[in-house]
């Protein structure tokens, strides 16, 4: 993600805060060429202990998410105080357009710009769940652009937090749940060409995609990915220091449906024997 944003905001002084659970020293190094070559900064802040504080009801529900998912729930502890303005990005998204327009836009009286979910009776339900009215958008909380000093006035972190703990059973998505609930009317609605992703939207939109979101359990860097946008996310790991990093193999995954299918398979019924007729002599 990060080096497809410097190679299209290339010339624009680009300040990266890296949330951080645990980064490889290798890598770390990697991410700070990468931003000095590009005439930006980086800072990396060491969640680790203020996650393992985290109890089972701040989980996912869904495996694939981690709980560094609810860091960003309290990014604002870390930067200084007079910030104005801060770009949220996933780590599963890829660039593809400068992020300038998007930068600029106005958020009016809200407190985070977001792109809300396609329409579903999935996405109704769960709104449903969560006590949201059923007109209300649900935002995709991997592209939040966010002003700093409303969001800390507002204490979005600490009331989202609380959202989360207030839950008898674990949320899927806890702190994008959440965020939905705490702000409220004070979410701005983006066009999704700010959080693309692929299986929720068409292709076509109103203007160029710029971030394309590879949400859900399949991820680009998967062994024999074959979806949608997977030669942007090839091109850009290319253009990256990750460029000789081999696909994972996504052994968790293929076990699980393996065990699946053979769960199927024990399930079908046994074939009956056809029945034959006899005949007297």
């Known amino acids: 993600m990060l080096s497809s944003v410097f190679a299209r905001d290339h010339g624009r002084p680009v300040h990266v805060h890296l949330l951080s659970d645990g980064i ?15 005439g930006g900064a980086l800072s990396v802040y060491d969640l680790r202990s203020t996650l393992a504080a985290f109890g089972p009801a701040e989980s996912s529900a869904l495996p694939h998410v981690t709980r560094a998912a609810v860091a960003r729930l309290f990014f604002d502890r870390f930067l200084e105080r007079d910030s104005g303005k801060i770009l949220y990005l996933d780590s599963d998204i890829v660039c593809i357009a400068p992020l300038h327009d998007l930068w600029l836009t106005d958020l009016g009286d809200a407190i985070v710009g977001a792109v809300p979910n396609g329409p ?10 969560l006590g949201l009215p059923a007109e209300h958008p649900y935002a995709n ?7 700093i000093a409303r969001w800390r006035a507002a204490e979005i ?8 703990r207030r839950q008898a059973e674990p949320l899927p998505l806890p702190d994008q749940d959440a965020l939905n609930v705490v702000l409220g009317p004070r979410l701005l609605a983006l066009s999704p060409c700010w959080n693309f992703q692929p299986d929720s939207f068409p292709r076509t939109q109103e203007r160029p995609i710029a971030l394309i979101h590879f949400a859900g359990a399949v991820k680009p860097w998967f062994a024999f990915y074959r979806r949608a946008f997977a030669a942007e996310f090839r091109e850009a790991k290319r253009q990256s220091p990750w460029r000789w990093t081999p696909p994972v193999i996504p052994w968790a995954r293929i076990f699980r449906r393996w065990c699946r299918s053979l769960g199927k398979r024990r399930r079908r019924p046994a074939p009956t024997a056809a029945p034959t007729a006899s005949t007297l002599d």
């Open 24 to 38: 490889a020293p290798r890598d770390l190094r990697r991410m700070e060429r990468l931003a000095q070559k590009a």
């Open 141 to 147: 909380s991997g592209v939040l652009l966010i002003d």
């Open 120 to 129: 579903s009776e999935k996405s109704v339900e769960h709104k449903q769940l």
């Open 157 to 164: 972190g600490n009331r989202a937090r609380d959202f989360i």
